[in-house]
Each structure stands twice: as structure tokens, then as C-alpha cells.
């Protein structure tokens, strides 16, 4: 069973950006699958989740700015970022069950 993120890259502050978190092993459909960031010398913060009856809910931080959706078909879960900030460089990690991915890099910039 295994999480891959991807996604991630440099943008500019107000940009938008879309994480993918494609499951091996799992079925997205099935789980509450939920999105995390880790900044530098920050603890883990929650930001996302979407349980398997769609219901979804957000961190303050990102409410109204992040999106979290998943596509059975692709067994996948998306995290569209947009109106990004400095305070959203950090690594992102996707999470299901207590398994985490390996986290993809978000650098905000100018």
C-alpha cells in the first residue's frame, strides 16, 4: 500500500498550484483521505479532508483557498491551491489510515 504525491514546484504568490495524491494498494473511494503540509521547523498542520461519503472540511488557515477532490477513476486525491502565499512553502504529504506519502514541495516565491 503506498501514497505518491506529486504536484508540487515553485509559484508565485498569488498563483495556484494542484497536488495529486494517486493510491496503490487502497481505494481513495473507500478512505478519508486527507492532505498535510510541514513547514520548516514547523510541526505538521492538517489542512484537508475527504471522507468517502464526500463530505470534506477544511483548516482555517486554508479555507477559501484550498480545494480538496478526489477521482475514483483515477484513484485519486487533488489539492487545488490557489491565492498561495509565502506562508504556504512547506512540504505536503497525503494521508489515509495512518499511511502517509513521501510529500511533495511547495515553494511560494517571487
Known amino acids: 500500500v503506498q501514497l505518491v504525491e506529486s504536484g508540487g514546484g515553485l509559484v508565485q504568490p498569488g498563483g495556484s498550484l494542484r497536488l495529486s495524491c494517486t493510491a496503490f494498494?487502497?481505494?481513495?473511494?473507500?478512505?478519508?483521505m486527507a492532505w498535510y503540509r510541514q513547514a520548516p521547523g514547523e510541526q505538521t498542520e492538517f489542512l484537508a479532508q475527504?471522507?468517502?461519503?464526500?463530505?470534506?472540511n477544511y483548516a482555517d488557515s486554508v479555507k477559501g483557498r484550498f480545494t480538496i477532490s478526489r477521482d475514483n477513476a483515477k484513484n485519486t486525491v487533488y489539492l487545488q491551491m490557489n491565492s498561495v502565499g509565502l506562508g504556504d512553502t512547506a512540504v505536503y504529504y497525503c494521508?489515509?489510515?495512518?499511511?502517509w506519502g513521501q510529500g511533495t514541495q511547495v515553494t511560494v516565491s517571487s
Open positions: 494498494g487502497m481505494f481513495v473511494g473507500s478512505n478519508t
Open positions: 475527504i471522507t468517502s461519503s464526500s463530505i470534506s
Open positions: 494521508m489515509a489510515n495512518n499511511l
